[in-house]
């Protein structure tokens, strides 16, 4: 199984930009699509995108189209969510977790049930 590591959350200004990482332990992370979400407390975990096992498949749910990108580099097991323009809003937690599903219906179903092996999370804080 793989192990699953974020890191890069911080305290940055609205506006501003952070790159989250997942680094992936135990089975190389090239055998699995990637899900990114996150959480407020007292709220339900957010999925905001995914990444196909290549690469060649992202998804980006609407509360972050056009101010994320995801990418991964499958030869250093990592993948990458890099934020911009980021608002209060955005404050949470942010987690990675690998999909379960085979390959022809990665990143199909966004819900936290679809996925396993997460991270502890990384808490990205946005002042105003």
């Known amino acids: 199984q793989v192990q699953l590591v974020e890191s890069g959350g911080g305290l940055v200004q609205a506006g501003g930009s952070l790159r989250l990482t997942c680094a992936g332990t135990g089975l190389p992370l090239k055998y699995y699509a990637i899900g990114w979400f996150r959480q407020v407390p007292g709220k339900e975990r957010e999925a905001i995108s995914c990444?196909?096992?290549?690469?060649?498949?992202?998804i980006y749910t609407d509360s972050v189209k056009g101010r994320v990108t995801v990418s991964r580099n499958n030869s250093m097991s990592t993948v990458y969510l890099q934020m911009s323009s980021l608002k209060p809003e955005d404050t949470a937690v942010y987690y990675c977790?690998?999909?379960?599903?085979?390959?022809?219906?990665?990143?199909?179903?966004?819900?936290?049930?679809?996925?396993?092996?997460w991270g502890q999370g990384t808490q990205v804080t946005v002042s105003s």
């Open positions: 990444i196909g096992d290549d690469g060649a498949k992202t």
């Open positions: 977790a690998a999909d379960r599903a085979p390959k022809e219906f990665e990143c199909s179903n966004l819900q936290d049930h679809a996925f396993g092996f």
